[in-house]
């Protein structure tokens, strides 16, 4: 079992930047796959990024890829979502997972509560 606790949403202009953040506990941390989701008001949960158990395979959406950024530090047990160049349709609220394999085409075993991003123009 592993608890997950996103920070760092907000409210941000477009262009600007914005870095979420999750805490991991109750488990060993690199034993899974880390990754973001997003959901928007009345749209389904997708896919932004996952990293694997080292850090060295990385997985983007196509909307986010080139602009966002995830990584992880498994000795801190956090993983980060660095999100620049922000733009009005990533206003969403965002979702840290944890899985045993690639969340790619898997639901994630485990999901923190998550944290509101919004995007203004």
């Known amino acids: 079992q592993v608890q997950l606790v996103e920070s760092g949403g907000g409210l941000v202009q477009v262009g600007g930047s914005l870095r979420l953040s999750c805490a991991a506990s109750?488990?060993?941390?690199?034993?899974?796959?880390m990754g973001w989701f997003r959901q928007a008001p009345g749209k389904e949960r997708e896919f932004v990024a996952e990293i694997n158990r080292s850090g060295g395979i990385i997985k983007y959406s196509d909307p986010v890829g080139g602009r966002f950024f995830i990584s992880r530090d498994n000795a801190k047990n956090t993983v980060a979502l660095q999100m620049n160049r922000l733009k009005p349709e990533d206003t969403a609220t965002y979702y840290c997972?944890?899985?045993?394999?690639?969340?790619?085409?898997?639901?994630?075993?485990?999901w923190g509560q998550g944290t509101q991003v919004t995007v203004s123009s």
């Open positions: 997972a944890a899985h045993f394999s690639s969340m790619w085409s898997e639901r994630p075993a485990y």
């Open positions: 109750g488990s060993t941390f690199d034993n899974y796959f």
